[in-house]
T-cell receptor, first 112, second 113 residues
C-alpha cells in the first residue's frame, strides 16, 4: 500500500492570494493525481501530475489557475492561484500503485 | 467520457441490517471498480475493489458484485455497525493500470444503533 501525506491539512486564505499544497508519497507511485471535492460533493479530477513534464488538465481546469509540479516519483505540488470563495474545497492528492489508487487525507481550504 | 451513477444518495439502516449501494457506468471499456469510504474530515479510504474478470469479491462483512453485461456493480455491507456510518463512493477506471477514476456522487450511510 501507499501512504500519502498532504500539507497543509487545513487553511484559511484571503481572496486573491495563492496557496501551494504539497503531496508526499511513501512509495514510488506510477501516477499522481489531484482532485477537488467541493463541500458535500463528489470528487472531480483536476489533473494528472506528470513527472518532469507539464501536467495534463481535465476540462474546466487550466494551468494558470492550478499550476502543478512533480519533480520526482514521490512528490507533487498543486498551487491554487488568485483564490476566490468558489475555490473553497478539499483538494486531494492520489497515487496509483500496483493497480490500486490511494488518497491523502486532503487539504481543506476556505477562502474568505 | 465515462459517467458513473450511484444510488441511493442517502441510506439509513438499523444496526445489524444489511446495506446495498448500487452504481452503473457508461463505458464498457472500464474494467476497474473501487469503492471508497470517506468519514467526516478525512480523505477517501479504499475498502474494496473489483476487476472485470471477477464477478464477486468478499472481504469479511463487505462484498462487491459486478455485472459487466448490465454495466453495474454493487456494494453490500452485512451486519452493519455504527462505525460503518460514512459517505461511500463508487468509481470506475479504464484499462489495466489506468488510474484515472470517475466517481459516483456518493451515498451517505447512517447506521442507527
Amino acid at each position: 500500500s501507499a501512504v500519502i501525506s498532504q500539507k497543509p491539512s487545513r487553511d484559511i486564505c484571503q481572496r486573491g492570494t495563492s496557496l501551494t499544497i504539497q503531496c508526499q508519497v511513501d512509495s514510488q507511485v506510477t501516477m499522481m493525481f489531484w482532485y477537488r471535492q467541493q463541500p458535500g460533493q463528489s470528487l472531480t479530477l483536476i489533473a494528472t501530475a506528470n513527472q518532469g513534464s507539464e501536467a495534463t488538465y481535465e476540462s474546466g481546469f487550466v494551468i494558470d489557475k492550478f499550476p502543478i509540479s512533480r519533480p520526482n516519483l514521490t512528490f507533487s505540488t498543486l498551487t491554487v492561484s488568485n483564490m476566490s470563495p468558489e475555490d473553497s474545497s478539499i483538494y486531494l492528492c492520489s497515487g496509483g500503485l500496483g493497480n490500486t489508487i490511494y488518497f491523502g487525507e486532503g487539504s481543506w481550504l476556505t477562502v474568505v | 467520457g465515462e459517467n458513473v451513477e450511484q444510488h441511493p444518495s442517502t441510506l439509513s439502516v438499523q444496526e445489524g441490517d444489511s446495506a446495498v449501494i448500487k452504481c452503473t457506468y457508461s463505458d464498457s471499456a472500464s474494467n476497474y471498480f473501487p469503492w471508497y469510504k470517506q468519514e467526516l474530515g478525512k480523505g477517501p479510504q479504499l475498502i474494496i475493489d473489483i476487476r472485470s474478470n471477477v464477478g464477486e469479491k468478499k472481504d469479511q462483512r463487505i462484498a462487491v458484485t459486478l455485472n459487466k453485461t448490465a454495466k453495474h456493480f454493487s456494494l453490500h455491507i452485512t451486519e452493519t455497525q455504527p462505525e460503518d456510518s460514512a459517505v461511500y463512493f463508487c468509481a470506475a477506471a479504464l484499462g489495466a493500470g489506468s488510474y484515472q477514476l470517475t466517481f459516483g456522487k456518493g451515498t451517505k450511510l447512517s447506521v442507527i444503533p
